[in-house]
Nanobody, 112 residues
Framework: VHLVESGGGLVQTGGSLTLSCAAS???????MGWYRQAPGKEREFVAH???????DYLPSVRGRFTISRNNTEKLMFLQMNSLQPEDTAVYYC????????WGQGTQVTVSS
């Protein structure tokens, strides 16, 4: 499975961004989600959405970020609101399809 993220960029504190993850194959039956990695830190879980659309979030983003999916278009999204400088990271999407596949990442930078 080939995953391509888009939608990252530079935004001011309190701003919003929507990340997209486009898959090369069907996603309907599989859990997908997002991780992020800030400079000098380990990659951390951000959110996931199951095939039944159950969701889970990193506590620090719950209420600010919303994960969703469009199975027909083979897309997954991460709507990010009230962004803070500590949200600055490279964001990676993944899909659990037998094994875990990753995208190449998209940079999100939140200026203070």
């Amino acid at each position: 499975v080939h995953l391509v993220e888009s939608g990252g960029g530079l935004v001011q504190t309190g701003g919003s961004l929507t990340l997209s993850c486009a898959a090369s194959e069907s996603i309907a039956l599989f859990t997908m989600g997002w991780y992020r990695q800030a400079p000098g830190k380990e990659r951390e879980f951000v959110a996931h959405i199951t095939n039944l659309r159950n969701t889970d979030y990193l506590p620090s983003v719950r209420g600010r970020f919303t994960i969703s999916r469009n199975n027909t278009e083979k897309l997954m999204f991460l709507q990010m609101n009230s962004l803070q400088p500590e949200d600055t990271a490279v964001y990676y999407c993944f899909i659990n399809k037998g094994e875990r596949y990753w995208g190449q990442g998209t940079q999100v930078t939140v200026s203070s």
